[in-house]
């Protein structure tokens, strides 16, 4: 029997899908593999009759008998085909929740469901603040967190750094009293080297047609990118002298 699953295993409807990716994530690659894994550790138990002539064949078909039954359950759209025996089985060796091989929750444990649904992380981001726990980190990641608006504005630098995608002139419209869109952005921002830039400018005392004369200059919109990163620099400053205040404090006080 050849077990079928999704290229991705993202549909978790499917409950071969999320025992694959059990397997896959556990280093895992085919049925014989884990029904080797689960007979070894004792996970899984075969009652057989005593009629085998080497302890070998008697191993070798217990897990051709498990191995069938992993089969099994990589081919049920659901957890129909599951024992019980096999449940606690998966479960401990995969640390897993029954939960999450019954499909009522998506990630493999009740405790990171719940930190996922709280916190919007999803499941790599919880395993790695986890493993940051058990480190020195975990003090530096508390301080910075801990006022939630110098660190929204510290995620927003670095989200400008990533994608910036400020590329539209605007101006204020004293009417609406809101930012529109200026008529002619193409005047304001060019490709220039085949780069896109925006152009500014400074008077020269000079005038044109009556018009004040400007010298300009092409600057790159990714010149924001630049001053994202001059963001970042200044609240990690501020957040390096806040510590080390707080940390005087704190050793002058014990």
Known sequence: MAYHRTADHSDLSVF??????????????SAPELAKKLY?????????????????EKRDNAIDSVRKKILKHLNSDTPRELQGE?????????????????????????????????????????QTLKILKRSDYI????FIMKDYAKFGRFLSSISLYFDNDYDTPVHYDTEKQIYVESEEPEDTIMLFGNEKTIVVGRKTGDEVLGYPAYETIHLPTTILESHAMHCIQLQLD???QDFNKERKRLNETT
């Open 16 to 29: 071969a899908n999320r025992l694959w990716l059990l397997m896959e994530r556990n280093g895992y690659t």
């Open 40 to 56: 070894d550790c004792g996970l899984v138990t075969v009652e057989q009759k005593d009629t085998y002539r080497s302890e070998k």
């Open 86 to 126: 096999f449940t606690i089985a998966y479960c401990k060796l995969f640390k897993c929740d029954a939960d999450y091989l019954l499909g009522n929750i998506n990630l493999p444990t009740r405790e990171d469901t719940d930190i996922n649904k709280k916190t919007g992380l999803n499941e790599n981001a919880i």
């Open 139 to 142: 003090e530096f990641i508390n």
């Open 238 to 240: 501020e957040w390096k």
